[in-house]
């Protein structure tokens, strides 16, 4: 199919809202491509051109799509940027201009031709890259009619703004072969197993809906994995499955590990989203370098960190600080993990997904090589016991929480690995993490977004707080504070924070990405901000956030040494 054709089902579905519609016009363009297009097309729909663990991205500024247009249309950037501010979309605005001016280069190029220059985009990196990337973005431009054009630069700016999911796809999937949505659940199971949309639509277009009911895990590829439902007493977990493996729950973060034997194995580390955090663990890449034992293999469990001196788990919040993308070298040996495997999904050609609990683990520990060495090794199995009687299943639960683990796990012995659910084949009972609390917290206001809408009148939006770690002179986030000031504590918030700005975040902050603000301020504003609940959290540097905070007023009074400490906070919880 040309692009050109493809740009009108991106017109229609752009002007649709109805998700069945879309549903219908995605199934009636699936069903016109062929094989190798409706992979590529899945992708530069949602404006990639891999499925998303692969986080591949184009690397194209604004800045540099404006100068690729300018430079395929031979126009004035001033007087293309002028008309762009009055449009407000820079495809639309590209549209206006290749229908003022023909060019002799229109050629009307395959979806094929359009999608491999993309992913040349995309993967360039390094030296000369932007010259490259500009290249190829100027010669697509000049190559296609005004519409395509405007879907074209859309594509690149991550606006394509289709406004529909992975799901929807799923869903036009199933409409393309059987016109309702009835086969959803199946090829929604087959994408937990390989999270590759495009994937999933060639070979369902290839070879059908029987081929895709038995789709294996692939090495490399992500699984998406399985979850826990939740109990809180050995009664209700033997009524519900019965005689069962228990296991204690660690308290770290769970990885999925790939790995290929070879004179140099090939490892792959992924976190509970799928991102692939390899580079973050030298140390377990390591280990399963040394102690596992298969040509192929595809297995999870839980990292936690270890603390030599006295022979215990580290609370989450500390094991939570090897999560970082600097200074790794230094941290695994400050925080040495220990990693408890408890999965195998895949070993050597054989899918384990289906086969029952009992079985995976048989095979899991002929697969790891341990002396069951808590001290020397990286790599343990999770201990278990098969337990039938309430009072030991709670005398296990209590073993764990001394020994500062999280709780119990508790999996049904002849339970499948079901990707992406949850359900009742693995239950977790945990202590309680969250506590109420009465104190109020002295927070460091570390810095604050732009507002948007209402809030932009007062040119503050979320304001970003957080204790202060004494032990690394640092300060550690635990909440994004955005609702409940009146108009005027934002106000005076804003006009305290006008003397405080700083150029750049200061190196003593450690703030999570996800977390970033717009302005950086120097240690100086202190409020005292009151909330319902402490509970762990992934995305604050703290390991714990606040819940529902408030705050109660600003503390003009205090001095930056009476900021609550992390130490403070962590007393806060009661176990
Ligand atoms: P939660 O995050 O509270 O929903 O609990 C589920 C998580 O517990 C899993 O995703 C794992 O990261 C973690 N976990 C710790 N120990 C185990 C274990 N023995 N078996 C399975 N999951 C575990």
């Not at 969250?434 to 009148?457: E, F, H, Q, W």
């Not at 301020?521 to 609940?533: G, H, N, Q, T």
Request: proline residues 3%; positive net charge; charged residues 35%.
């Amino acid at each position: 199919m040309k692009f050109r054709e493809l740009s009108v089902y991106f017109d229609k579905i752009s002007q649709n809202s109805s998700r069945l519609e879309i549903t219908r016009i995605l199934a009636e363009l699936f069903k016109k491509l062929t094989t190798d297009e409706i992979e590529k097309v899945v992708y530069l729909l949602q404006g990639k051109v891999a499925p998303e663990y692969e986080k591949i991205e184009f690397g194209l500024s604004e800045k540099l799509i404006i100068k690729s247009i300018v430079l395929a249309l031979n126009i004035e950037r001033e007087y293309f940027e002028k008309e762009y501010k009055k449009i407000g979309d820079l495809g639309e605005t590209v549209e206006k201009f290749k229908t003022e001016i023909f060019s002799f280069e229109e050629s009307n190029p395959e979806i094929k031709e359009i999608y491999d220059n993309f992913y040349k985009i995309a993967i360039s990196s390094g030296e000369g890259s932007q010259e490259l990337k500009l290249g190829i973005l100027s010669h697509m431009i000049r190559q296609v009619d005004p519409l395509s054009a405007r879907f074209l630069v859309r594509i690149p700016t991550g606006n394509i703004r289709m406004g529909f999911s992975d799901m929807t796809i799923l869903d036009a999937y199933s409409w393309m072969i059987k016109k309702d949505k009835s086969l959803r659940p199946i090829i929604e199971k087959a994408y937990h197993v390989r999270p590759e949309l495009g994937y999933i639509g060639k070979v369902l277009k290839e070879k059908g809906i029987e081929v895709i009911k038995k789709i294996e895990p692939k090495v490399f590829t992500p699984i998406i994995m399985m979850r826990a439902e939740r109990l809180s007493s050995a009664k209700e977990i033997l009524k519900q499955i019965g005689r069962c493996f228990v296991e204690p729950k660690f308290d770290g973060f769970r990885l999925q590990v790939h790995y290929k034997k070879g004179f140099n194995p090939e490892i792959k580390l992924f976190s509970r989203s799928l991102e692939d955090v390899s580079f973050m663990y030298p140390d377990i890449i390591e280990a399963v370098k040394k102690q596992v034992k298969a040509s192929e293999m595809i297995f999870e469990g839980e990292a936690v960190g270890y603390d030599y001196s006295i022979g215990k788990f580290l609370p989450f919040q500390e094991t939570v600080q090897r999560k970082r993308k600097y200074q790794i070298e230094e941290m695994s040996k400050k925080i040495p993990l220990k990693f408890f495997v408890f999965e195998l999904l895949y070993k050597d050609g054989k899918s384990f997904i289906n086969e029952p609990f009992i079985k995976r683990r048989k095979e899991l520990e002929k697969s790891i090589i341990t002396k069951k060495n808590l001290k020397e090794e990286t790599i343990l199995i999770a201990d278990e016991q098969i337990i039938n009687e309430e009072k030991k299943l709670e005398e296990l639960f209590d073993k764990a929480v001394k020994e500062n683990l999280e709780g119990i796990m508790a999996k049904k012995i002849d339970g499948v690995y079901k990707p992406g659910a949850r359900e009742w084949n693995w239950i977790k009972y945990k202590k309680s993490y969250s506590s109420k609390i009465k104190d109020t917290i002295d927070c460091l206001v570390m810095g604050y977004d732009l507002g948007k809408g209402k809030r932009a009148d007062f040119g503050i939006g979320a304001f970003l707080v957080g204790v202060y770690d004494e032990k690394n002179n640092r300060f550690l986030t635990v909440a994004k504070i955005g609702t409940g000031l009146t108009d005027e504590e934002w106000k005076q918030l804003k006009i305290k924070s006008s003397k405080f700005k700083v150029q750049k975040k200061p190196d003593n902050y450690l703030v999570d990405k996800t977390m970033e603000s717009d302005i950086w301020l120097k240690p100086s504003i202190i409020v005292e901000i009151r909330a319902d609940e402490i509970t762990k959290s992934p995305v604050h540097t703290a390991g714990l956030a606040l819940r529902f905070p408030r705050l109660e007023r600003f503390r003009d009074d205090k001095n930056i040494s009476d900021i609550t400490t992390f130490e403070e906070l962590k007393k806060l919880i009661i176990r």
